[in-house]
């Protein structure tokens, strides 16, 4: 049935229904032009450059350091970001990023549905460049069907073969691109020129190159719509005040000819504004129809409204026909009742506000953390041995961290055990002195720790005991808990 048909209830025209399985058709979208197409040029300039382009930017941390500014060096265990230090036992840091991540995809969801998928995903990022590489080398999809008429073989075989090559290029350098961020990036790139590069680092181009090559080249939106998750999760992220790339068919239907339009508005007779022309159709890079409502495979990249709006220029019919909108206000024009926006409303504000939370407690863990800590693991057998005298002595392997670039040395003391004796092996301190235990610049040490006590222990056998390190020269301390066990 026919969106037209169904006046009297909208809302059934919001859903399409489809086969649960169809064969796949090529699709080759054709160039637009507009506002939407200009934003994601730009936006895919600004992301392809940030990518290929940041390993080669440089952030000066002093001697003996790396100066690439984004590096992921796992030999050193280490991440750098510009200013930023990451050491391993700071991975929480990793996992606040992700938590702000999917907050910012959640919250884009609510104000205007998937605008990650059209603008910013790196899959349709790819894509839309391949497919320019496939326009440019053989024309648009009214070129290459003219190309099949008419141009010969050799010539169809080369412009294939030149696309073909252009596009593996493309994927070699985001595989290459990639690789860079785990190393100096102009050393690499000498020796991979020279061939003397890590076996690895070849092995994780070829990947990523092939990666790259398919999923945009040739797979395209069957990845959008049968190997992303996120379709399907959004859906449950949405209202029906979140707004998405919609076709107004209260005011498109009924649709007919531009000639016949002309002539039915004459006859004061009810004419829509689409001229079925099917433009908004053959602009999709997955190849829906948004004259049929939402659908799964649409990634809302808003193609669809520059190609409507240029056909709705050239016949004399206002833009917009096309465009961002929400469900509600659909229905709301039909029914005669004025349209409603709510971009603030209880979804977005929780959103809002868990990221503001959460990159503030990131923010305040950032600029409080110190370049010292401490860490301390209890040995498990025995937990505690009697010695001679009679006291009680447990043992502990204390790693201690030095992020500062110069070396430093650390007194270390327990609190918690009563007339605790401290005694470091290898380190030997003079009685009744706390041991000294030396740390080389943006390093671990890890020391042999040995507590002993003559105290008569409380009944529990077990006390909280915290070990301080202090450093002798800054000041700056540290601390960690354990237990000390006894009989």
């Not at 895919?44 to 590096?71: C, E, K, N």
């Not at 305040?364 to 005298?389: I, K």
């Not at 002595?393 to 201690?400: D, E, G, K, M």
């Amino acid at each position: 049935m026919s969106v037209a048909t169904k006046q009297s209830a909208p809302e059934d025209a919001l859903v399409e229904d489809g086969p649960l399985y169809s064969a796949r058709r090529k699709i080759y979208p054709i160039a637009v032009h507009g506002t939407f197409r200009r934003i994601k040029w730009a936006l895919l300039v600004v992301t392809l450059g940030i990518y290929y382009l940041l390993p080669f930017v440089r952030w000066d941390r002093g001697p003996g350091a790396p100066s690439q500014a984004v590096l992921v060096d796992f030999p050193n265990r280490r991440f750098y970001f510009f200013f930023i230090e990451i050491w391993p036992q700071e991975i929480y840091y990793l996992t606040g990023l992700l938590i702000l991540a999917a907050l910012i995809l959640f919250l884009m969801n609510a104000v205007a549905g998937r605008l990650w998928c059209g603008y910013l995903c790196p899959q349709t990022v790819w894509t839309d460049l391949f497919q320019a590489i496939e326009r440019m080398v053989e024309g648009d999809p009214r070129e290459r069907r003219e190309k099949l008429k008419h141009a010969s073989k050799a010539q169809r075989a080369f412009e294939a073969a030149s696309k073909h090559v252009l596009w593996l290029m493309v994927a070699w350098w985001t595989g290459g691109a990639w690789v860079l961020y785990f190393a100096d990036a102009p050393t690499l790139v000498m020796e991979l020129l020279k061939g003397q590069a890590p076996l690895v680092a070849y092995a994780w181009i070829g990947i990523l190159t092939f990666t790259t090559y398919v999923l945009a080249g040739h797979m395209r939106e069957q990845v959008c719509t049968y190997m992303c998750p996120w379709p399907r999760i959004q859906a449950a992220l949405t209202d029906e005040y979140a707004l998405n790339v919609t076709y107004k068919y209260d005011r498109g239907e009924p649709r007919c000819s531009f000639k016949k339009g002309e002539a039915l508005r004459k006859q004061a007779l009810p004419a829509g504004d689409c001229i079925d022309c099917g433009q908004c159709v053959a602009a999709c890079p997955t190849g829906v129809d948004i004259r049929k409502g939402l659908q799964l495979d649409c990634i809302q990249c808003g193609l669809c409204i520059d190609a409507c709006d240029t056909v709705m220029t050239k016949v004399g019919r206002p833009a917009g026909l096309i465009g961002y909108d929400t469900d509600m206000n659909v229905l709301a024009r039909i029914e005669g009742k004025p349209e409603v926006r709510k971009v603030l409303r209880p979804r977005t504000l929780l959103y809002a506000g868990l990221i503001g939370v959460t990159g503030a407690i990131m923010l305040a863990a950032l600029a409080t953390r110190g370049t010292e800590s401490v860490a301390v693991m209890h040995d498990r057998n025995p937990l505690f041995v009697q010695l001679s005298d009679g006291s009680i002595r447990n043992a502990y392997t204390v790693r201690l961290v030095n992020k500062e670039r110069v070396p430093r040395r650390f007194a270390i003391a327990v609190e918690g055990v009563p007339d605790a004796v401290v005694e470091v092996v290898g380190e030997p301190s003079a009685p009744g002195t706390a041991p000294v235990i030396p740390v080389g610049p943006d390093q671990t040490f890890e020391a042999r720790v040995l507590v002993s006590t003559h105290a008569k222990l409380p009944a529990e056998a077990s006390l909280t005991v915290t070990f301080r390190i202090t450093d002798v020269e800054g000041g700056r301390a540290a601390t960690a808990s354990d237990h000390f066990k006894g009989p």
